[in-house]
């Protein structure tokens, strides 16, 4: 038989959420162990809510704009001491929870490494996953919401002028009433944003405490579709996004696009990968993404060579065979890899 939690245990469990919410963002587990906990009593979602808002009421939350520091006068928003001690307080504070909608029913699609896959949405709109990436959609009447939680997605997103679609990852928000793009997370920390076609607002990801409340509630707590601190990104123009460092949120800033260089990075779509003069070395980097094999270049010479051309990204041999021919070079297998030498 399970024992019913006391409200002083749900207050002060509720607490230590919006403690470590507010000290950073959740993790992709933590945030699936946090919508158990929701699901599991009706009463913890209003917790949440009151915890959130004695955070509020006690500190000034007015987030700094992104590439600026908060003010040095301001109290820190990860006290967790505090917050835990003031958690016996928020029974007052109980009708702050109320009216909030049921969160979103949320739903994961993953691709496998070296798969591509299509999806259509029951909107009209359209998601692309390159290799190994998973993204979760989370759709409420007044807004199309999806996380990218790894990888890469392409979003054609159906033009809805009073339903906006947004894309959210650790370090930006995308939103659009109607546009495609492409976002990807780099192992070195980056996004990367492209846009097709239409217009893309890019902004700094929200406050982790903002984006928690927003998403297991459904209410708009953070959506600004061109706030003063986003980039307005068109069709044919790219932009990085990377960590700004401690107190400054993230930076955007354009990327040169050379002409055609969008069509062919969007190649993997259908599930090729074009060259434009890339070195070897980087050639060989993205086959890496789509295949366990490798290709390993034996020497420095034939990694910084050049190539240009169309190729299958599973198909590693079939790229080791036309390096060998149009460098004169030779290959071997070696157990998971294809050497490539003089």
Not at 225 to 233: C, E, M, N, Q
Request: aromatic letters at 6%; proline letters at 4%; charged letters at 20%.
């Amino acid at each position: 038989m399970s024992v019913r939690q006391t409200a002083g245990a749900i207050d002060l469990a509720a607490a230590a959420w919006v403690a470590r919410m507010d000290a950073r963002a959740l993790t992709a587990d933590e945030r699936r162990e946090l919508d158990a906990w929701l699901a599991a009593d009706p009463r913890h979602l209003g917790a949440l809510a009151r915890a959130r808002a004695l955070l509020l009421s006690r500190r000034d939350l007015t987030p700094a704009p992104i590439g600026e520091a908060a003010p040095r006068d301001r109290a820190p928003l990860h006290s967790r001491r505090r917050l835990l001690a003031a958690a016996a307080s928020v029974a007052g504070l109980a009708a702050l929870g109320a009216g909030m909608r049921q969160p979103a029913a949320r739903q994961t699609y993953s691709s496998a490494v070296g798969e591509v896959r299509h999806i259509p949405l029951d909107d009209g709109s359209t998601l692309t996953l390159n290799t190994d990436s998973s993204v979760t959609l989370a759709y409420t009447a007044g807004r199309r919401l999806l996380y990218l939680d790894r990888g890469e997605a392409f979003f054609d997103a159906a033009p809805v002028s009073d339903r906006p679609f947004v894309v959210r990852s650790p370090l930006a928000q995308l939103a659009t009433t109607g546009g495609a793009c492409c976002a990807r997370l780099n192992g070195d920390g980056v996004m990367t944003v492209a846009v097709l076609s239409g217009k893309v607002a890019v902004e700094g990801a929200p406050s982790p405490l903002a984006e928690t409340l927003d998403r297991v509630t459904g209410r708009d707590w953070t959506l600004h579709l061109v706030s003063r601190d986003a980039v307005l990104v068109s069709g044919g123009q790219e932009v990085s996004v990377r960590p700004g460092g401690a107190g400054h949120g993230s930076l955007v800033s354009f990327e040169a696009v050379v002409p055609g260089a969008l069509d062919r990075a969007l190649m993997w779509r259908e599930g090729r990968l074009a060259f434009a003069g890339e070195t070897l070395a980087q050639a060989a980097a993205q086959f890496a993404r789509y295949s366990h094999r490798r290709i390993v270049l034996a020497s420095d010479r034939l990694a910084q060579r050049h190539i240009s051309g169309l190729f299958q990204a599973t198909d590693l041999d079939g790229f080791a065979r036309a390096v060998a021919v149009g460098f004169s070079a030779k290959y071997r297998e070696d157990g998971d890899s294809i050497v490539l030498y003089d």
